[in-house]
């Protein structure tokens, strides 16, 4: 028994996190509530990212369980690979935890190396975050110091668990004979405690002392008791994965399932890729007792709102264009059924569920591959005669510019992308383009590059917010929107891009210190699609 297991034995650990785009979300916000924690007896911290370890590390010497956040391709993984571990640990970590479920990841590294390294080179101690028994007996078995229940709850196998999975707690205490730490929907004093008489090493408490958003949002649960309560079925078409879930009136997105759109078969397997997921979604809802009041979906194309039908599609969705897909879903399914295209379904996401919820005027992108966004105006999605306004990605904003793959040059796309920034960033760092890193994976590492103060990455940013500064001053110009809300993989975590984009709006505008432009990151979850096809349904009931 190594000495930091022994000084966890039947202790408190709260966890000080906030998610992305919480107003809580802030080094110094995050330390400070680790201190008044630390300060009332908590024994150890659960702290995510070095930069706030590295700050809390100065205020005191409890335990602290060091996770690394990685939010890629949608997907949310727990420090996915060593050099996350390493920054950790030189951090002042005590303890990094990663996550030891079955998923496989398309970044990262494999949990069992991980372990083996952190061992063996950063001489830590490893606790696996783990969702089911099977995976947290196959962790001890692998060596790990501790096995946590953090992602009980969290994985497709187990969604829909809201409360501590007191089953698993007792079967793992007969199963494993490591320290197991209680850890995900603990939420009174009574549960904690009971944790520890019923198995548990230590005890991981955290939205329900450290999340005063989550806090509140039980309060307004029991005091404003939901007078509706109805259900959609949400579904989002991308050239990859068809995904779907139930959409509570609420936004919560539950019950959900993924399967492959099988783009290049044509149109008979994407529609029999649909068909499938929405089965799979109301079995699930069934045994829950949940109906479905109608279907929304959103797919990758120029939608038609009006008769349901796909107007246009590129080749990812190759004979897509023409097929009416509400006509197909009603005979099949027979629920009201809504479509719209996917950059707008996560606008109406952010309508009704995110940053937009209190505004009528704004404008929303998700930069990645391309740009794709929508606007809202008056409270409304603009949608257009065909299903093509807020294209925002293709206005020019160099005549004569690179060439894009619409067909024109200068679109602000071919100049704010990850083509975009892997071009400029090998411009500046003097480094050939090495062909065996695929685009996205090349843009993370350039992403990740500027976050640690690299020049040259640096440098392409700030490139990327000059082109993007010009076409978001069109935008204001165009609309005068109350906000512009960025997200997607490019900048998600780079507050000074936006920043620094915000500031060079403000000099490019008319007026632009008294109109003072609104330029706000966002966090588009992985199932934004779905929870945006949802509220199409809600929004239409009376059609
Ligand atoms: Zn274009």
Redesign the pocket.
């Given at each position: 028994m190594s000495t930091i297991q022994e000084q966890m034995k039947g202790k408190l650990v709260v966890s000080c996190q906030a998610d992305p785009g919480n107003a809580l979300e802030n080094t110094d916000a995050i330390r400070r509530m680790a201190r008044a924690v630390v300060d009332a007896g908590a024994k150890a911290l659960r702290l995510n990212s070095t930069e706030h370890i590295t700050a809390i590390r100065q205020d005191t010497d409890v335990p602290i369980i060091g996770i690394q956040k990685r939010h890629q391709n949608g997907m949310l993984r727990i420090t996915p690979d060593f050099a996350s571990a390493e920054a950790l640990a030189k951090a002042g970590t005590s303890i990094i935890a990663l996550d030891c479920t079955t998923r496989t990841w398309s970044f990262g590294e494999p949990w069992r190396q991980l372990v083996e390294r952190i061992h063996g080179e950063l001489h830590l101690p490893v606790m696996a975050d783990c969702a089911t028994l099977e995976e947290a007996v196959t962790a001890a078995e692998a060596g790990v110091d501790f096995v946590g229940t953090t992602l009980n709850g969290y994985t497709e196998d187990t969604l829909g668990n809201n409360t501590f999975n007191w089953p698993l707690l007792h079967k793992l205490a007969r199963r494993v004979h490591i320290p197991i730490i209680a850890e995900g929907h603990i939420s009174t004093p009574a549960e904690a405690r009971r944790a520890l008489d019923e198995g548990a090493w230590c005890v991981v408490v955290g939205s329900a002392i450290t999340r005063p958003g989550v806090i509140t949002e039980r309060f307004l649960h029991a005091v404003e008791a939901p007078a509706d309560n109805r259900y959609a079925l949400g579904v989002d078409i991308g050239g990859t994965s068809i995904k779907a879930g139930i959409v509570s009136r609420q936004g919560k997105v539950s019950l959900t399932t993924q399967v492959p759109t099988q783009a290049t078969l044509g149109r008979d397997a994407i529609a029999a890729g649909l068909s499938k997921a929405v089965e799979q979604v109301l079995a699930l809802a069934k045994a829950k007792g949940i109906e479905p009041c109608g279907l929304g979906i959103a797919s990758a194309g120029a939608m038609n709102s009006k008769d349901g039908s796909v107007f246009a599609a590129t080749d990812n969705l190759p004979g897509w264009a023409g097929f009416n897909l509400r006509e197909f879903v009603e005979k099949r399914f027979h629920l009201p059924t809504f479509v719209v295209n996917d950059a707008h379904g996560a606008v109406l996401a952010e309508l009704h569920y995110g940053l937009g919820r209190n505004l009528t005027d704004f404008v929303a992108i998700t930069i990645g591959t391309g740009i794709g966004g929508g606007i809202v105006s008056g409270g409304k999605l603009l949608e257009g005669q065909h299903g093509f306004a807020g294209t925002i990605?293709?206005h020019v904003i160099r005549i004569d510019g690179r060439p894009?793959?619409?067909g024109?040059k200068g679109?602000l796309?071919?100049y704010v992308s990850t083509v975009a920034l892997l071009r400029e960033y090998h411009e500046r760092s003097g480094k050939a383009p090495d062909p065996s890193i695929a685009d996205n994976a090349m843009a993370r590492q350039i992403s990740e590059l500027a976050l640690a103060g690299d020049a040259a990455a640096q440098g392409a940013y700030q490139a990327l917010a000059g082109y993007l500064a010009e076409g978001l001053a069109n935008i204001f110009n165009l609309l005068d929107p109350q906000a512009v809300f960025l997200s997607g993989g490019l900048v998600e975590g780079h507050q000074e891009f936006v920043d620094e984009v915000q500031e060079r709006v403000k000099q490019l505008l008319h007026f632009g210190q008294k109109r003072a432009p609104r330029i706000q990151l966002a966090a588009q979850g992985h199932y934004a699609g779905v929870q945006g096809a949802g509220a199409l349904v809600f929004s239409n009931q009376g059609r």
């Amino acid at each position: 028994m190594s000495t930091i297991q022994e000084q966890m034995k039947g202790k408190l650990v709260v966890s000080c996190q906030a998610d992305p785009g919480n107003a809580l979300e802030n080094t110094d916000a995050i330390r400070r509530m680790a201190r008044a924690v630390v300060d009332a007896g908590a024994k150890a911290l659960r702290l995510n990212s070095t930069e706030h370890i590295t700050a809390i590390r100065q205020d005191t010497d409890v335990p602290i369980i060091g996770i690394q956040k990685r939010h890629q391709n949608g997907m949310l993984r727990i420090t996915p690979d060593f050099a996350s571990a390493e920054a950790l640990a030189k951090a002042g970590t005590s303890i990094i935890a990663l996550d030891c479920t079955t998923r496989t990841w398309s970044f990262g590294e494999p949990w069992r190396q991980l372990v083996e390294r952190i061992h063996g080179e950063l001489h830590l101690p490893v606790m696996a975050d783990c969702a089911t028994l099977e995976e947290a007996v196959t962790a001890a078995e692998a060596g790990v110091d501790f096995v946590g229940t953090t992602l009980n709850g969290y994985t497709e196998d187990t969604l829909g668990n809201n409360t501590f999975n007191w089953p698993l707690l007792h079967k793992l205490a007969r199963r494993v004979h490591i320290p197991i730490i209680a850890e995900g929907h603990i939420s009174t004093p009574a549960e904690a405690r009971r944790a520890l008489d019923e198995g548990a090493w230590c005890v991981v408490v955290g939205s329900a002392i450290t999340r005063p958003g989550v806090i509140t949002e039980r309060f307004l649960h029991a005091v404003e008791a939901p007078a509706d309560n109805r259900y959609a079925l949400g579904v989002d078409i991308g050239g990859t994965s068809i995904k779907a879930g139930i959409v509570s009136r609420q936004g919560k997105v539950s019950l959900t399932t993924q399967v492959p759109t099988q783009a290049t078969l044509g149109r008979d397997a994407i529609a029999a890729g649909l068909s499938k997921a929405v089965e799979q979604v109301l079995a699930l809802a069934k045994a829950k007792g949940i109906e479905p009041c109608g279907l929304g979906i959103a797919s990758a194309g120029a939608m038609n709102s009006k008769d349901g039908s796909v107007f246009a599609a590129t080749d990812n969705l190759p004979g897509w264009a023409g097929f009416n897909l509400r006509e197909f879903v009603e005979k099949r399914f027979h629920l009201p059924t809504f479509v719209v295209n996917d950059a707008h379904g996560a606008v109406l996401a952010e309508l009704h569920y995110g940053l937009g919820r209190n505004l009528t005027d704004f404008v929303a992108i998700t930069i990645g591959t391309g740009i794709g966004g929508g606007i809202v105006s008056g409270g409304k999605l603009l949608e257009g005669q065909h299903g093509f306004a807020g294209t925002i990605g293709h206005h020019v904003i160099r005549i004569d510019g690179r060439p894009c793959n619409c067909g024109r040059k200068g679109c602000l796309e071919a100049y704010v992308s990850t083509v975009a920034l892997l071009r400029e960033y090998h411009e500046r760092s003097g480094k050939a383009p090495d062909p065996s890193i695929a685009d996205n994976a090349m843009a993370r590492q350039i992403s990740e590059l500027a976050l640690a103060g690299d020049a040259a990455a640096q440098g392409a940013y700030q490139a990327l917010a000059g082109y993007l500064a010009e076409g978001l001053a069109n935008i204001f110009n165009l609309l005068d929107p109350q906000a512009v809300f960025l997200s997607g993989g490019l900048v998600e975590g780079h507050q000074e891009f936006v920043d620094e984009v915000q500031e060079r709006v403000k000099q490019l505008l008319h007026f632009g210190q008294k109109r003072a432009p609104r330029i706000q990151l966002a966090a588009q979850g992985h199932y934004a699609g779905v929870q945006g096809a949802g509220a199409l349904v809600f929004s239409n009931q009376g059609r």
